[in-house]
């Protein structure tokens, strides 16, 4: 039973081009969100997905970042024109429909900025 | 808003002692879960133990237990007998029960465990 599984692990962009992050959720769920850390911080909240449908995106910067989570397929985050702030380490989780207290986390995407 | 609060940004043990990780937190539900997570080097985010906002009783995980005071606003992680395995930065965390289903974290306690 394959846990959430991300990649890449390790992804280098340059200043202005596109970031793309996958994520497919563990077998059975349905519910996927997207985390951000920084360095030296915590985790913070980017956006919450069902299948092909953003639930909560609310802590998603209003430019050049979407994602979605189609009805076939890993869930993406993409990041147009990427800067050097969005260095970072980027996680997924995955819940199951009706659990509300479990989410269960992949390895992660660093992205590093040059 | 939910917020979390982890004021203390290192701790260090002995192997075979005891250490307690702080942690406050601000909500103004009455139902919502509470978690602590394990990040080691690694960096994967491994949930150490979860402890629902409606149960008296405090959870346990082998040699990880929790002390909840619901009033005080307070969920403390005990670590026992630690281990050089168990050295790890530890992130508290909130949920909301009936409203958004994000995960709301502290800044995260760096853990020295001394061979």
């Known amino acids: 039973n394959a846990g959430v599984m991300q990649n890449p692990r390790h992804l280098v962009r340059r200043r202005g081009q596109e970031a793309r992050l996958r994520c497919s959720p563990m077998?059975?769920?349905?519910?996927v969100y997207w985390y951000r850390q920084l360095p030296e911080e915590g985790l913070k909240f980017m956006v919450y997905?069902?299948?092909?449908?953003?639930?909560?995106e609310s802590g998603m910067p209003k430019e050049r970042f979407s994602a979605e989570f189609p009805k076939e397929g890993p869930s993406i985050l993409r990041i147009q024109q990427v800067v050097r702030g969005d260095s970072a380490a980027y996680f997924c989780?995955?819940?199951?429909?009706?659990?509300?207290?479990?989410?269960?986390f992949g390895p992660g995407t660093r992205l590093t900025v040059l | 808003a939910q917020t979390v609060t982890q004021s203390q940004p290192e701790m260090s043990v002995q192997e075979a002692e005891t250490v307690t990780l702080s942690c406050t937190y601000d909500?103004?539900?009455?139902?919502?879960?509470l978690f602590w997570y394990k990040q080691p080097p690694s960096r994967q985010m491994i949930l150490v133990i979860r402890?629902?906002?409606?149960?008296?009783q405090n959870a346990t995980e082998n040699r990880f237990s929790v002390n909840f005071q619901k009033a005080a606003k307070s969920f403390s992680l005990k670590i026992s007998d630690s281990q050089l395995g168990d050295a790890a930065m530890y992130f508290c965390?909130?949920?909301?029960?009936?409203?958004?289903?994000?995960?709301?974290f502290g800044k995260g306690t760096k853990l020295t465990v001394n061979p």
């Open positions: 989780a995955s819940g199951r429909r009706g659990v509300r207290n479990e989410q269960f």
């Open positions: 077998k059975g769920h349905s519910h």
């Open positions: 997905l069902q299948k092909e449908n953003i639930i909560d």
């Open positions: 909500t103004s539900e009455s139902d919502y879960y």
């Open positions: 402890q629902e906002a409606y149960k008296q």
């Open positions: 965390a909130s949920l909301t029960q009936g409203g958004s289903e994000k995960l709301v």
